[in-house]
């Protein structure tokens, strides 16, 4: 990659939105008031505004590998806190794609140096699911599942904070699990009942 061609392509990217709002920046500068919350993976194939047809303001971003939520992140903790209780957004999303290079990674029986402890969390959701998981013959349709369960134990993590319980509770703000398909350039929404997955345990994670 020639990095001078980056900052040309800038150029031509700021002529083309001057072209069409000679005040797009002043109007940028002001300000922002995103709807949502987009939590996806750090993956370079899955860029989250132009999946969802979306411009600059739009969404708040945050990405890691394999979309993960965890307590211990006060990374994706802050963005949580940020996003919804500063800039009072009114969706979460956790979207993660097939094809995943974490979720792939963590499967492997393999010593991976730094990226053990993060993708032992991944590790984690599979022995949740160990029962379901096994009773795959194919492979790849194992690992799809385990992208589509692990959006699931992230949105579950997300329920569990603060700060999404109260803003669910005083403005109706709604979690989403959703996938990328990579190869076919859908977004799914998976559709997940959280009030049955959260049923019988909820008393021990209920905050507010």
């Known amino acids: ?10 150029k031509k990217w700021i002529e083309s939105k001057l072209e069409i709002n000679p005040n797009y920046f002043k109007t940028l500068g002001e300000g922002q008031n995103p ?3 987009f939590i996806g993976c750090s993956d370079s194939r899955v860029t989250a505004e132009e999946l ?3 411009g600059p303001g739009d969404a708040f971003v945050h990405r ?9 992140d006060l990374n994706v903790m802050s963005v949580v806190e940020y996003a919804v209780v500063h800039l009072q957004v009114n ?12 979720v792939k990674a963590a499967m492997q029986p393999a010593d991976l140096g730094i990226l053990n402890p993060w993708l032992r969390n991944i590790r984690d959701v599979y022995r949740l699911h160990k029962k379901e ?17 692990n959006v699931q134990e992230q949105c579950v993590n997300l329920i569990k904070t603060a700060a ?29 009942d959280f009030e049955s997955i959260l049923e019988s345990i909820k008393e021990i994670y209920h905050l507010d």
């Open 1 to 10: 990659m020639n990095l001078d061609n980056v900052f040309q392509n800038n």
């Open 35 to 37: 709807e949502l919350l």
């Open 52 to 54: 969802m047809g979306l």
């Open 64 to 72: 890691n590998i394999a979309n993960m939520v965890t307590a211990t």
């Open 91 to 102: 969706h979460v999303v956790v979207c993660g794609h097939y094809a995943c290079g974490g």
């Open 133 to 149: 998981l096994s009773a795959f013959e194919n492979e790849e349709k194992k690992y799809d599942r385990l992208v589509e369960l």
């Open 164 to 192: 999404i319980q109260k803003a669910v509770r005083d403005r109706g703000l709604k979690v989403h699990g959703w996938v990328f398909d990579i190869h076919t350039g859908e977004l799914i929404d998976l559709k997940i």
